[in-house]
T-cell receptor, first 114, second 114 residues
């Protein structure tokens, strides 16, 4: 069945350092990969996404890379700041029968130490 | 655009009672997804609906849980005869018509079963 694995489950970095979160997916038909940030007690918010026809996408300090052959994608945050502390979820969308379905990873709790 | 609206934000029920969670998608969105999130865990897919149709309910428990998205009004997630294990945050998300896969989340309903 469809599955998305996410690592690490927790990550602590010093302010200004980079953070990398990795996900792998099982269904080769997956074609859309969003990343969400969820602060404590709040809704998940879309921060960046990538489609299967693109290998890399960047938005200021955030970038996502996709390796379709290996079926994995990664979130890169550079120059981390305390406000980046949150739980980050990756997801993969598939269309098993013409309709979208989104499978989420288990989340990474990022702590940026000031 | 008010975004995805969920109510209530907090819902307390005693074991055996019914819980009704409501979700109004963003304006122009016709696809609704429900997810359940336990503390310190990820987002578990429950059900995917379009107006008047259940598209995928593979994540819904077979008993006590039901969902609808009527032609008029919000989507409703209904849990009958609640048990303590139903305590969780329930998030609704919506997306536009086919062709745009971005998911936008509501603020969630925190269900507590006493």
């Amino acid at each position: 069945g469809e599955n998305v694995e996410q690592h690490p489950s927790t990550l602590s970095v010093q302010e200004g350092d980079s953070a990398v979160i990795k996900c792998t997916y099982s269904d080769s038909a997956s074609n859309y990969f969003p990343w969400y940030k969820q602060e404590l007690g709040k809704r998940p918010q879309l921060i960046i996404d990538i489609r299967s026809n693109v290998g890399e996408k960047k938005d200021q300090r955030i970038a996502v890379t996709l390796n379709k052959t290996a079926k994995h994608f990664s979130l890169h945050i550079t120059e981390t700041q305390p406000e980046d502390s949150a739980v980050y979820f990756c997801a993969a969308s598939i269309r098993p029968s013409g309709t979208y379905k989104y499978i989420f990873g288990t989340g990474t709790r990022l702590k940026v130490l000031a | 655009n008010a975004g995805v609206m969920q109510n209530p934000r907090h819902l307390v029920r005693r074991r055996g009672q019914e819980a009704r969670l409501r979700c109004s998608p963003m304006k122009g969105h016709s696809h609704v997804y429900w997810y359940r999130q336990l503390p310190e865990e990820g987002l578990k897919f429950m059900v995917y609906l379009q107006k008047e149709n259940i598209i995928d309910e593979s994540g819904m428990p077979k008993e006590r849980f039901s969902a609808e998205f009527p032609k008029e009004g919000p989507s409703i997630l209904r849990i009958q005869q609640v048990v303590r294990g139903d305590s969780a945050a329930y998030f609704c998300a919506s997306s536009p018509d086919r062709g745009n896969e971005k998911l936008f989340f509501g603020s969630g309903t925190q269900l507590s079963v006493l």
